[in-house]
């Protein structure tokens, strides 16, 4: 596995050293790519000797090998001479023996045709001549600077992941932001995207780039100084008050620290909670595949209600749904996010597949963990963001490494499901594992909640963000 950041141009622009500090360890990089080789001395002087700093290469004539270990490598090629030589470089011995190989390149550039609603890839024709010529087309995983990362599709063959923030604003992404990859050796690309906002001190509640700013300029160079500043210190600075003096405080010392904050009076759901999390087959899904079902007072029982067959849309819905008739009465079901995904999906597959469900669903206790702590103001959670693989670590969650994010989860089954074989067939038992690591992520975060004994000082809260906090599942970021 290869740990890939892009950086672009703009997010370098704008960012501190601090915030570039922060944005490497957050997601332990091994390459920081940005275009620009104007960016370069920063970034070496700035970057550990361990992180390799790599600009796109301005001489042309030979590929470059950015990063290769036993099992994956990374080159950069984009002239058709460029790939030949990539394609004689990584074709030699067994294919089984052979690294799994990420070509990054500027050569593959979407274009969005906004009056017939049609995307287009300009440049594959002469792309693609030296993989026809080789018979290579389906061995190579292709990563285009010329494409945000949340795209990823497949031309004829040639299978296309985009890799630049704010690279087509008609796919909707910002500029300023900040994009990581774990290159794997199936080609399963773990992509997770955040906005430059969410590191440094940007990440605190209340601070946004002028506040920053200004706190830069008064010595506070990132989030535990300002955590260690007292109320009267900071609100005696421009833009600042008490009441967002003490937010910026308390949200710094709760990241830093590690920890909870729940508003005084704030309480859970006094019965036994049953945890749920949904694996579908993308934003608008058209059938829920897996639900993961824990139930840590049973046991540290958990139950994944799956079914494989994109045929059956019912089967793992309707199989949970008569268990939960049968198991969960009285008992809150416990997701998060849940009113944003989990819960309105499953009530729009009840209505369409299992009817007969319908009130008993209706009539169910369904909490949103999420929403109750940051949506309602009940309390103040750890992480850069809110999501739900950002709190849990923060909490001390040790995730697994499955290596899937919830958009792979949900490109991997569209793919299986529209062409069901051997070839696309998904690691059922990979897939269950990365299910059921979020949904006891989920019950950890819920046990913190609830033994937690900090309580907020302030009596509401701010965010700098209105896109981000927000758990990695069922979001635009995700599918």
């Known amino acids: 596995m290869i740990g890939l950041t892009v950086l672009p141009g703009t997010t370098i622009e704008r960012c501190g050293r601090t915030q570039l500090k922060d944005i490497v360890h957050y997601f332990d990089s091994e390459i920081v ?12 002087d700035t970057l550990p000797d361990s992180v390799e700093v790599m600009t796109q290469p301005l ?62 890839l300009d440049g594959l024709a002469e792309y693609r001549a030296p993989f026809d010529e080789h018979d290579a087309v389906d061995a190579f995983t292709h990563l285009t600077i010329e494409a945000n990362p949340k795209y990823r599709a497949e031309w004829d063959g040639i299978d296309v992941q985009g890799v630049m923030p704010g690279a087509n604003k008609q796919q909707g992404a910002s500029g300023a932001g900040v994009a990581h990859f774990e290159l794997q050796d199936d080609g ?194 750890p992480g850069l963001t809110n999501k739900l693989d950002d709190v849990a670590p923060a909490l001390g969650w040790d995730p697994l490494d499955t290596g899937l994010t919830g958009a792979e989860v949900g490109r991997l089954f569209q793919r299986y499901a529209a062409n069901p074989c051997p070839a696309t067939e998904l690691d059922w038992e990979r897939h269950k594992r990365y299910c059921e690591d979020d949904v006891r992520a989920l019950a950890h975060i819920y046990d913190q909640v609830e033994t937690a004994t900090q309580r907020l000082t302030t009596s509401s809260r701010g965010s700098t963000s209105t896109t981000e906090d927000s758990t990695s599942q069922g979001t635009l970021d995700d599918f």
């Open 59 to 120: 001489a042309r004539g030979r590929a470059t090998q950015i990063a290769c270990d036993d099992d994956t490598r990374i080159v950069w090629a984009s002239t058709p001479a460029e790939l030949e030589e990539t394609i004689q470089l990584t074709q030699t011995g067994a294919p089984e023996d052979r690294p799994e190989c990420y070509i990054l390149s500027d050569q593959l550039s979407v274009s969005v045709d906004l009056i017939d609603l049609e995307a287009h």
């Open 188 to 381: 399963v690309v773990g992509e997770r995207t955040r906005e430059l906002g969410n590191f440094g001190l940007q990440a605190v509640d209340q601070v946004g780039r002028a506040r920053a700013a200004t706190l830069r300029d008064a010595g506070i160079q990132s989030r535990q100084d300002l955590a260690s500043a007292s109320v009267h210190e900071i609100s005696q600075l421009s833009k600042f008050g008490q009441k967002t003096a003490r937010t910026a405080i308390e949200s710094a010392q709760v990241i830093e620290h590690g920890e909870i904050r729940k508003a005084p009076g704030a309480s859970l759901p006094a019965n036994d909670p049953i945890f749920i999390d949904i694996e579908t087959d993308g934003l608008n899904p058209t059938v829920i595949w897996l639900i993961g079902v824990y139930l840590p007072s049973q046991d540290d029982r958990y139950m994944p209600f799956i079914e494989t067959d994109p045929a059956k849309p019912a089967a793992a819905l309707e199989a949970f749904l008569s268990w939960l008739s049968e198991h969960g009465a009285n008992r809150p079901i416990v997701a998060y996010n849940g009113w944003d995904f989990d819960f309105p999906v499953i009530e729009e597959h009840i209505v369409e597949h299992c009817p007969q469900y319908f009130d008993f669903w209706d009539s169910t206790h369904r909490f949103d963990l999420y929403d109750w702590a940051v949506r309602q103001n009940n309390a103040l959670l």
């Open 33 to 44: 790519f940005t275009p620009d080789q104007v960016h370069e001395p920063f970034l070496q």
